[in-house]
């Protein structure tokens, strides 16, 4: 039963997370592009969570979530915000 | 939407469900073989062994016990690598002074909530690099959650906030320095015990081994610090912090301080 549980939870967060690179990749607004990658790292969490991972979840949450948005967000400030067609 | 698009949602929709299915319900049989299983069971049973302490690591958490003693070489050589970068940055920023005294920052609102967060942020960065014997964490973790902290506060505030509260450029290549030469020094220091007293002893040695009787004390006024692994997390934490917090100066930097320290450059060259 705790089985299906989180085989069920982990194919739902998958897909969500399939999805919100999906996003990132057409998008053409890099700025929404970065927000739909930092949404993908945080499912990304918590499929780490779900499979019994949590040193890698301490770790990814701050570099995932934290820093690495940050550091995108800064390369576009210092070039174009939107990418062209 | 076209056809192709539809295979390939559905194509890759039962590829997760598939793949989720195998790791979670272990559809691919006993997942680990015979040999790798008797691996693991040796690191579960030695993590923390109070009655063979010659093998042991003696901390409870075994992924540390396996990052900081059992395979303590391959992480020293991440750090190495993980610095080099952060040199390679450092070494291109040189010369490079903050002038610009610009405060702008955004609303009254987020300054004050981030006034409130950035604390709570760094005791619990503390918190996870001084347990990371015990619970699931260790340095990496707790430097790089430290870490943010910078982060928030150059985007929320500024710069010249950052440099105003003491946070340089200068200090933090300081405070990383000493992170890394207190990661070297934990490495050697059973070595060069057994140097001084003519015992023979290893590099990254933790506890007594059955060959050299020196060894760091698990145990210190009856809190369990496992030897090393303590040291070790604390060290890294400092200096992962302090790089992470450094990196995000040098990309923050304005172009115009770096186009002035590079004609600078020039001239004396």
Same mark, same amino acid.
């Given at each position: 039963?705790?089985? @299906?549980?989180?085989?069920?939870?982990?194919?739902?967060?998958?897909?969500?997370?399939?999805?919100?690179?999906?996003?990132?990749?057409?998008?053409?607004? @890099?700025?929404?592009?970065?927000?739909?990658?930092?949404?993908?790292?945080?499912?990304?969490?918590?499929?780490?969570?779900?499979?019994?991972?949590?040193?890698?979840?301490?770790?990814?949450?701050?570099?995932?979530?934290?820093?690495?948005?940050?550091?995108?967000?800064?390369?576009?400030?210092?070039?174009?915000?939107?990418?062209?067609? | 939407?076209?056809?192709?698009?539809?295979?390939?949602?559905?194509?890759?929709?039962?590829?997760?469900?598939?793949?989720?299915?195998?790791?979670?319900?272990?559809?691919?049989?006993?997942?680990?073989?015979?040999?790798?299983?008797?691996? $693991?069971?040796?690191?579960?049973?030695?993590?923390?062994?109070?009655?063979?302490?010659?093998?042991?690591?003696?901390?409870?958490?075994?992924?540390?016990?396996?990052?900081?003693?059992?395979?303590?070489?391959?992480?020293?050589?991440?750090?190495?690598?993980?610095?080099?970068?952060?040199?390679?940055?450092?070494?291109?920023?040189?010369?490079?002074?903050?002038?610009?005294?610009?405060?702008?920052?955004?609303?009254?609102?987020?300054?004050?909530?981030?006034?409130?967060?950035?604390?709570?942020?760094?005791?619990?960065?503390?918190?996870?690099?001084?347990?990371?014997?015990?619970?699931?964490?260790?340095?990496?973790?707790?430097?790089?959650?430290?870490?943010?902290?910078?982060?928030?506060?150059?985007?929320?505030?500024?710069?010249?906030?950052?440099?105003?509260?003491?946070?340089?450029?200068?200090?933090?290549?300081?405070?990383?320095?000493?992170?890394?030469? /207190?990661?070297?020094?934990?490495?050697?220091?059973?070595?060069?015990?057994?140097?001084?007293?003519?015992?023979?002893?290893?590099?990254?040695?933790?506890?007594?081994?059955?060959? $050299?009787?020196?060894?760091?004390?698990?145990?210190?006024?009856?809190?369990?610090? /496992?030897? /090393?692994?303590?040291?070790?997390?604390?060290?890294?934490?400092?200096?992962?912090?302090?790089?992470?917090?450094?990196?995000?100066?040098?990309?923050?930097?304005?172009?115009?301080?770096?186009?002035?320290?590079?004609?600078?450059?020039?001239?004396?060259?």
């Amino acid at each position: 039963m705790m089985g @299906l549980f989180i085989l069920f939870v982990s194919c739902v967060v998958s897909i969500l997370a399939l999805v919100a690179t999906y996003l990132a990749i057409v998008e053409r607004d @890099l700025l929404k592009a970065i927000l739909y990658s930092a949404i993908q790292s945080t499912l990304f969490a918590f499929l780490y969570y779900i499979l019994i991972a949590p040193d890698i979840v301490l770790v990814y949450i701050p570099v995932a979530i934290g820093l690495y948005p940050l550091l995108m967000v800064i390369v576009v400030k210092k070039s174009e915000r939107f990418e062209k067609p | 939407m076209s056809l192709r698009h539809l295979i390939v949602i559905i194509a890759t929709v039962v590829l997760i469900v598939t793949l989720s299915y195998a790791i979670t319900m272990r559809a691919l049989g006993p997942v680990p073989l015979f040999k790798v299983r008797r691996v $693991s069971e040796f690191y579960l049973t030695n993590a923390f062994n109070p009655f063979n302490k010659t093998i042991s690591a003696m901390t409870p958490e075994v992924v540390t016990s396996i990052i900081w003693d059992y395979r303590g070489l391959d992480t020293l050589f991440e750090t190495a690598v993980f610095y080099l970068a952060i040199i390679a940055t450092a070494m291109l920023y040189r010369g490079v002074i903050v002038r610009r005294k610009t405060q702008v920052g955004l609303s009254p609102i987020v300054k004050t909530a981030t006034k409130i967060v950035v604390p709570s942020i760094i005791v619990i960065a503390i918190a996870v690099a001084l347990h990371g014997h015990l619970t699931p964490g260790g340095g990496f973790q707790g430097g790089s959650i430290a870490a943010v902290t910078f982060a928030l506060i150059l985007v929320t505030f500024s710069l010249y906030t950052l440099n105003k509260i003491g946070a340089c450029k200068e200090k933090l290549l300081a405070l990383r320095s000493l992170g890394l030469l /207190s990661l070297i020094a934990t490495s050697i220091i059973v070595f060069v015990m057994g140097m001084l007293l003519g015992i023979r002893a290893f590099i990254l040695q933790n506890q007594a081994k059955l060959v $050299s009787i020196i060894g760091l004390p698990y145990k210190m006024y009856n809190f369990l610090i /496992s030897g /090393s692994c303590f040291f070790f997390n604390v060290s890294e934490a400092l200096a992962v912090s302090m790089a992470f917090g450094l990196l995000f100066i040098f990309i923050s930097i304005f172009e115009e301080d770096v186009e002035e320290a590079l004609k600078r450059r020039e001239e004396v060259e």
